[in-house]
């Protein structure tokens, strides 16, 4: 079992273009989680799924976009970036509540924006 | 907002030695807590949860510790090794339905003297 697979691994962004990052799982969860992690700032959650066909915000959604339009699939776009997206991103999901809240997070994608 | 945080940004501990990395956590809604280890360039993986019903769970040399009194959680390393070398995260999981989401602390990073 692959788990979540994130690519690409790192890219160099020109700011102002546009980017999609991939996320997949094979576990079958329901919930899907971007964050993106900076130096002392630890993990922050960018957008979030529950279930296919849902998305929603999380703690720094500014400039980012999300779909779900299947259950093993959660790609997070940026629609012009900006040097303040230069960090390292991190693709998760759960089964969901009720006991099964536990985080499984990809290799992520080192993102630098110049 | 609350949030997780830590009492111990760095830690050096000697090989053999056991290591304890604290966490403290300010919601007192939440019922599950979990740690996770994160090696130079991975992403973090599972080490062990708690419920907040118990008070303490054992893994494989991993212990964790809750007291919801003082709202502390703790994880311990029995004879800690150089592949323990990583940073270390907790994250609390707020109770309420619906809500899948963990909020996770900035880490602290544990080196072993060989």
């Known amino acids: 079992t692959a788990g979540i697979t994130q690519a690409p691994t790192s890219q160099i962004l020109a700011a102002g273009r546009s980017m999609t990052l991939r996320c997949t799982q094979d576990m079958r969860h329901n919930a899907m989680y971007w964050y993106r992690q900076d130096l002392g700032l630890g993990l922050r959650l960018i957008h979030y799924?529950?279930?296919?066909?849902?998305?929603g915000k999380g703690e720094v959604p500014d400039g980012y976009s999300v779909s779900r339009a299947n259950t093993d699939d959660f790609p997070l776009t940026l629609a012009s970036a900006v040097p303040s997206q230069t960090s390292v991103y991190f693709c998760?999901?759960?089964?969901?509540?009720?006991?099964?809240?536990?985080?499984?997070f990809g290799p992520g994608t080192r993102l630098t924006v110049t | 907002g609350e949030s997780v945080g830590l009492h111990l940004p760095t830690l050096s501990v000697q090989e053999g030695d056991n290591s304890i990395i604290n966490c403290a956590y300010s919601n007192s809604a939440s019922d599950y807590f979990i740690w996770y280890k994160q090696e130079s360039g991975k992403g973090p993986q599972f080490i062990i949860d708690i419920r907040s019903n118990m008070d303490k769970r054992q893994g494989q040399r991993v212990t964790v510790l809750l007291n919801k009194t003082v709202k502390h959680l703790s994880l311990q390393i029995a004879a800690t090794q150089p592949g323990d070398s990583a940073v270390y995260f907790c994250a609390e999981g707020p109770s309420g339905a619906g809500s899948y989401q963990l909020t996770f602390g900035k880490g602290t990073k544990l080196s072993v003297i060989p």
């Open positions: 998760a999901s759960s089964e969901g509540p009720g006991g099964k809240e536990k985080q499984y």
């Open positions: 799924s529950n279930t296919a066909g849902t998305t």
